[in-house]
């Protein structure tokens, strides 16, 4: 039996730190961790960055829907590597929860490809409300952020 997973795998026009910072920050985050048409508001943001350490944030859909999402940080390797569990807040631990790993690789003209894997959940494309789309779509989000970034700020 094979595990469900699925890799989105995206270039961005940025320095590697900037897309690191946009993973990290609280602030950064809120402006992306959701699908179009969706909002996280800035105050439901946190990030404990340290392993063992936690984040939580809320996306409201436009209905009101609101979706709760936490997990808990398992490595990081700054400035090349999260991974992290993905869910609702009180799931439990262990094995069954999704884990998202995040690689940053540094390309020689400054950009940064980014390999997004989450184990845990199938390749839903194309499904209404589908993890897979949302994330796509919340990586549109976060490539509209980043030349918003100032450069001495990094």
């Known amino acids: 039996m094979s595990t469900a997973e699925f890799t989105i795998t995206r270039t961005f026009d940025a320095p590697r730190e900037a897309v690191w910072r946009a993973w990290t920050d609280p602030a950064l985050a809120a402006r992306w961790w959701h699908p179009h048409e969706v909002a996280t508001p800035p105050e ?48 439990p631990r262990g094995d069954g929860v999704p884990v998202i790993t995040v690689d940053l690789a540094e390309r020689e003209d400054g950009r940064t490809e980014m390999t997004f894997r989450l184990v845990g959940m199938p390749d839903d494309r194309g499904a209404e409300h589908g993890v897979h789309d949302g994330w796509t779509e919340a990586f549109e989000e976060l490539d509209e952020t980043l030349p918003d970034l100032p450069q001495r700020a990094l």
Do not use: H, Q
């Open 44 to 91: 439901s943001v946190s990030i404990d960055l340290r392993e063992g350490g936690g984040y939580a944030y809320l996306m409201v859909d436009p209905t009101g829907g609101e979706w709760p999402t936490a997990g808990e940080y398992l490595e990081i390797r700054e400035p090349e590597r999260l991974r992290f569990t993905w869910g609702s807040p009180g799931d």
